[in-house]
């Protein structure tokens, strides 16, 4: 089957992820944005459109926003709006965004400045959140409120690159407790035991989407993303599977027993490694076809044909950090996590590298 043959089977069968306003559902809304702006097939935008006009009052109240959770989570399927609004011109989305705006300035923080991953995940930054608020926040901030908080922005940045990289490993930790007090975090550190490979996807995705999003004239905090950026890129490629050029799930335990190349965290670092070269933040000689590669190889060795139609095998279901003593961050328990097809968290950022890879072609 062909690549463009099961997204759009996947989208005419598509149900809301969750009841609720979820991230889940932002990613396959971010796939539509991006193959809309790279084939300019209004049926993608359309689909956004069906999404959001059950649950947008005329107010932007969002109907289904949980209210009161502080889930950083609930900010990913709000960058879709600014597109709608650009598109439509319909008030409702524009107040939307700021609904979502009015809710993540309510958002807790550490000391230091950063987003509560959870209000029930007190004082913890998980590398997932970054891509979850991020993009939406500096969209706002470039569009919409002069960029008056763009040093918030790159402070959140910053402290992740403090607290969270391993300088050895030359890869980012999953989670940072503030406190040091959750049973998976070190005493000492506060940091997680090991480097999950879908939150260094969501690690690189923020970053370069904030970088796409951001205005070059603040060149200084500009170029200080891009550096960060290209040293994540060259920590995290030492670690591709040379045969498959894929990542594991365990990125630096290839040699585990049960440890698999893992489909949507290699999704979304073809994704950012394409649209990177894309943009020039990395050379465009040395990365754009190591980019168009990984996505080939995903389409060679996770879609698949079988008797009910495609799927995108592979993908990891779900983890995460706690709470109490679930979860605990072992190579162990990353393995333990259940191994799913076609769901969304892996389909819309495959989704989304589809997208690259057809603007890079043209």
């Known amino acids: 089957m062909s690549t463009i043959k099961f997204i759009n089977d996947f989208l005419d069968n598509y149900t809301n992820y969750k009841k609720y306003w979820n991230y889940e559902d932002g990613c396959v809304l971010m796939g539509c944005q991006q193959l809309y702006q790279a084939t300019s097939d209004k049926k993608y935008l359309d689909f956004i459109i069906r999404y959001l006009e059950p649950v947008i009052e005329e107010n932007g109240t969002i109907t289904n926003f949980e209210f009161g959770k502080h889930n950083i989570d609930s900010f990913n399927a709000g960058k879709i709006l600014f597109l709608v609004y650009e598109e439509t011109g319909n008030e409702k989305y524009r107040k939307a965004i700021e609904f979502l705006m009015d809710n993540l300035k309510e958002q807790p923080r550490t000391s230091e400045g950063n987003f509560f991953h959870k209000a029930i995940y007190p004082n913890q930054v998980w590398l997932d959140g970054l891509y979850m608020a991020q993009p939406f926040y500096m969209e706002y901030e470039t569009k919409y409120n002069k960029k008056e908080n763009y040093n918030d922005i790159l402070n959140q940045f910053r402290n992740v690159r403090k607290y969270m990289y391993d300088p050895e490993k030359n890869l980012y930790y999953h989670g940072y407790d503030e406190a040091k007090v959750q049973p998976w975090a070190d005493k000492e550190t506060g940091l997680s035991k090991n480097f999950w490979l879908r939150s260094m996807g969501w690690w690189l995705m ?59 965290g290699s999704a979304m670092v073809a994704y950012a490694v394409m649209k990177a070269a894309r943009l020039e933040v990395i050379s465009y000689e040395k990365y754009a076809q190591a980019g168009i590669d990984m996505f080939n190889s995903l389409v060679e060795h996770k879609l698949r044909d079988t008797a009910d139609g495609a799927e995108l095998r592979d993908i990891c279901w779900v983890a995460g950090l706690g709470p109490g003593e679930t979860r605990d961050g072992s190579v162990e328990y990353y393995l333990s996590e259940k191994i799913v097809s076609n769901d ?3 389909v819309g950022p495959f989704m989304m590298a589809y997208a690259q890879k057809l603007m890079l072609e043209k």
């Open 206 to 264: 923020a970053l370069i989407d904030v970088i796409d999003i951001m205005s070059e004239e603040m060149y200084e905090h500009y170029r200080e993303l891009c550096d960060i950026f290209k040293e994540t890129v060259e920590g995290i490629l030492r670690y591709q599977d040379k045969d498959s050029k894929l990542f594991y799930q365990v990125i630096d335990h290839a040699d585990t027993e049960g440890n698999y190349t893992e489909t949507s």
């Open 344 to 346: 969304s968290k892996g």
